[in-house]
T-cell receptor
């Protein structure tokens, strides 16, 4: 089946530190890949996405590159802020007859940025 | 810009009661997805609708049912509630799921069963 594995949290960083959250996937086919962010008490917001191999998604200083050869979609940010504290979910979706666009999420990684 | 609206935002019910959650998709979006997120868990897909027809089904209990209406809003009906149904329920909408377009999420309904 399809699955997403991401590094466990919490990840605690100081402001302006470099952030990496690892994400790998297993899928039958060619999925689209996403990173969603969930701030405390709020819903899920799409952070970035990539729909094919070697695509790079980027938004708000975050980046992730779709690596088909390593089945990975690691999230990076060069200099985090306290406001980046949230839970980050890696997800995939497939357009197949048994997976019409529904999202398969990883377990989520909590990121805590301290001043 | 209009977003996905879910109501109510918070709901407290007793065991064995019934709950109805509503979702109003972004205008012109014809696909609705429901997800359940337990405490500290990742969101799990429940069910989806496209053009008022069920398009996919996930790990939705038989006690739950859902439908999409002619105005594209959707309702998730939950009966014989159990303590384990306490979770955050998200609705997401997209424009034509067959095109694998981006799904936009609502802020969720937090259901607490006591």
């Amino acid at each position: 089946g399809n699955s997403v594995t991401q590094m466990e949290g919490p990840v605690t960083l100081s402001e302006e530190a470099f952030l990496t959250i690892n994400c790998t996937y297993t899928a039958t086919g060619y999925p689209s890949l996403f990173w969603y962010v969930q701030y405390p008490g709020e819903g899920l917001q799409l952070l970035l996405k990539a729909t094919k191999a070697d695509d790079k998604g980027s938004n708000k200083g975050f980046e992730a590159t779709y690596r088909k050869e390593t089945t990975s979609f690691h999230l990076e940010k060069g200099s985090v802020q306290v406001s980046d504290s949230a839970v980050y979910f890696c997800a995939l979706s497939l357009m197949t007859t048994d997976s019409w666009g529904k999202l398969q999420f990883g377990a989520g990684t909590q990121v805590v940025v301290t001043p | 810009a209009a977003g996905v609206i879910q109501s109510p935002r918070h709901l407290i019910k007793e065991k064995r009661e019934t709950a109805t959650l509503k979702c109003y998709p972004i205008p012109r979006h014809d696909t609705v997805y429901w997800y359940q997120q337990g405490p500290g868990q990742d969101p799990q897909f429940l069910i989806s609708f496209y053009e008022k027809m069920q398009s996919d089904k996930g790990s939705i209990p038989d006690r739950f049912s859902a439908q999409q209406f002619s105005d594209y809003h959707s309702e998730l009906n939950m009966s014989s509630l159990e303590l384990g149904d306490s979770a955050l329920y998200f609705c997401a909408s997209s424009l034509d799921y067959r095109q694998n377009t981006e799904a936009f999420f609502g802020q969720g309904t937090r259901l607490t069963v006591v």
